[in-house]
């Protein structure tokens, strides 16, 4: 089945770089393509395909824009002690560890890690477990959306029909020293893609924005139509496929074959491409196939 929701990294000129390092760190990871496209806003930009324990992600190096946070970063599950630490050990080299690697209430092994690239990544040991998704996204709600979070769930959940929501644990009173706090940590699943969500306790002043986006990968005009209207609350932020959600959220709404258009279509079919969905908001898919095929 097609993974309809695909994570999407953005990095200033690294993304290659970093996805052969991710890559290194997983078994069933790999580097699927990557394409260089031209004259964009952002100058010559490189998308790059790649896996990581089976999760389809995106990557592109478009100028140093937008930089990661802690509101969206990616929790890892081991069921052996050893990789996890071997896995710490990569990603803390030249990055910063926010929460030490050891025991914790709700892990014999745990640990958070800001790599050198900036993505956060949580580690943690979960004895026995049998993940169905290793790598899932955490949406932390934080700043002006605290305590959004089950009220964001309850939004996806109704918007990506094929949904369900697997948990939603909440602070007990005073747990959080945030009070808007309510919910410790959630699971829901759109369209069989796992993502978990927080609100965060403690009061930073981050939030989300474009450098972790994701994209949602549409069969026909109708699909891109429904998402766009659904999901898109800023019209400042519309822009090639981008929107965001009331929540802050970046979404992108593409076509399901657009990555591979890009990485093999010849140079010609690339460029008129690029021209095309430079030019507009919401994807017009006769447009861009027409563009893509010169006529």
């Known amino acids: ?34 394409v260089v496209i031209r004259d964009t806003p952002s100058g010559d930009t490189e998308m790059v395909s790649f896996s990581l324990a089976g999760v389809e992600f995106e990557a592109i190096s478009a100028g140093p824009y937008f930089r990661f946070n802690p509101s969206i970063n990616l929790l890892v599950s081991f069921d052996n002690q050893e990789e996890l630490r071997r896995v710490w050990e ?20 745990y640990s958070w890690v800001e790599d050198r690239f900036g993505l956060n990544w949580q580690l943690l040991y979960d004895r026995g ?43 007990s009173e005073g747990e959080a020293p945030d009070k808007r706090a309510v919910v410790n940590f959630s699971e829901f699943h759109l369209n069989e893609f796992v993502i978990s ?24 005009q109708e699909e891109i139509d429904y998402y766009w209207d659904k999901l898109s609350a800023d019209p400042q932020a519309e822009v090639c496929g981008w929107i965001k959600d009331k929540y802050g959220v970046s979404w992108q709404i593409i076509p ?11 140079p010609e079919e690339m460029d008129r491409y690029t021209k095309a969905f430079l030019q507009m ?11 893509r095929l010169g006529k």
């Open 1 to 34: 089945m097609m993974q309809k929701i695909i994570p999407h990294l953005w990095f200033d000129k690294e993304a290659k770089e970093a996805a052969e390092f991710y890559a290194g760190l997983f078994e069933g990871s790999g580097i699927k393509g990557s």
């Open 90 to 109: 990569a990603i803390s080299d030249g990055g910063e560890e926010r929460m030490a690697l050891g025991e914790y209430p709700f892990s014999e092994l």
């Open 129 to 171: 477990g049998k993940a169905s998704q290793r790598i899932v996204p955490v949406l932390m709600f934080s700043n002006g959306v605290c305590g959004k979070t089950e009220e964001a769930i309850e939004f996806y959940t109704d918007v990506f029909k094929d949904s369900t929501v697997e948990l939603i644990s909440k602070y």
């Open 197 to 220: 969500a927080m609100d965060n306790a403690m009061g930073a002043d981050f939030t989300f924005n474009e450098a972790f986006s994701f994209q949602v990968l549409c069969r026909d």
């Open 256 to 266: 399901y074959n657009m990555s591979q258009v890009m990485l093999d279509g010849n």
């Open 281 to 291: 908001k919401k994807f017009d898919l006769e447009v861009l196939e027409k563009a």
